[in-house]
């Protein structure tokens, strides 16, 4: 079968991370990929921050769930020890 869909057809969702931190070279990988996705309108050079700092890391998943109406304690990020933040040039 055709690698890109065999690596379609593979990939799931995930809801519940190891708080373990992502190697420095595997983040750098992920947000180099994250640079080739499609963009609204045609706008390129998405920038892309990555959160490795626990204090703001929790305080973004607390605004978060706030916005999207989760009970007190649930976590949106799902344990996840990074959050990658995406913006497009406008
Ligand atoms: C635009 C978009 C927004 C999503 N938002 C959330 C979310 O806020 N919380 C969540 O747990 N999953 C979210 N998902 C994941 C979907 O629920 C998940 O992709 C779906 O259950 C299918 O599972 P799969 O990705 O394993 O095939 C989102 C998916 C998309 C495409």
């Keep these: ?5 065999k690596v379609l057809e593979s990939r799931r969702s995930c809801r519940k991370f190891k708080p373990d931190m992502v190697k420095k070279e595997e ?3 992920i947000i180099k990929a994250g ?6 309108m045609g706008k390129q050079s998405p920038i892309i921050i990555a959160v ?3 204090e703001l890391r929790d305080a973004l998943s607390e605004e978060n769930r ?5 009970s007190e304690g649930f976590d949106p990020f799902y344990g996840a020890p ?6 497009l040039s406008l």
């Design 66 to 70: 706030k916005i999207g109406g989760w």
């Design 82 to 87: 990074v959050v990658l933040i995406r913006f």
């Design 1 to 5: 079968m055709n690698e890109t869909l």
């Design 27 to 29: 983040l750098d990988a």
């Design 52 to 54: 490795t700092n626990k």
């Design 35 to 40: 640079t080739y996705a499609a963009t609204g």
